[in-house]
């Protein structure tokens, strides 16, 4: 259903961020099963951290006010990343400036000593 290993579902139910029913050696997971796991790989799509997302979906249990904190705890968390991802690309654009500069710089040298590039 999710297109994850029964090793991924179980590393999550160590990690507490799933807790099926057990009957025996068997396992049953109820619809806020479905609904933690499918928080936890978007969670981890995204980028988040064990713990964020064990926080998102601790909150998604939480009081009836859980909904709202929830929100606003991935909007920080959303925030965050994004913040992240913009130093990232800052230095992504910087380093593909300064490697240009030196691909540039070799190619002359290069053409000096009489071979092209």
């Known amino acids: 259903m999710f297109e994850v290993t029964p090793r991924t579902i179980r590393f999550y139910e160590q990690e507490g961020l799933l807790a099926p029913r057990r009957e025996g ?21 995204l980028g988040f951290s ?12 939480a009081m009836p006010d859980g909904n709202a904190r929830q929100l606003w705890r991935l909007l920080e968390i959303l925030a965050d ?5 913009e130093r990232q690309l800052e230095d992504i654009r910087l380093m593909r400036m ?7 710089r070799a190619r002359e040298v290069l053409r000096n000593l009489g071979h092209e590039a």
């Open 25 to 45: 050696q068997k396992r049953i997971y109820h619809e806020k099963d479905r609904v933690r796991l499918k928080l936890t790989l978007r969670g981890k799509r």
């Open 50 to 61: 064990l713990a964020e997302i064990r926080e998102v979906v601790m909150m998604y249990d």
């Open 81 to 85: 990343k994004r913040a992240n991802l």
């Open 98 to 104: 300064e490697l240009d500069d030196v691909d540039h």
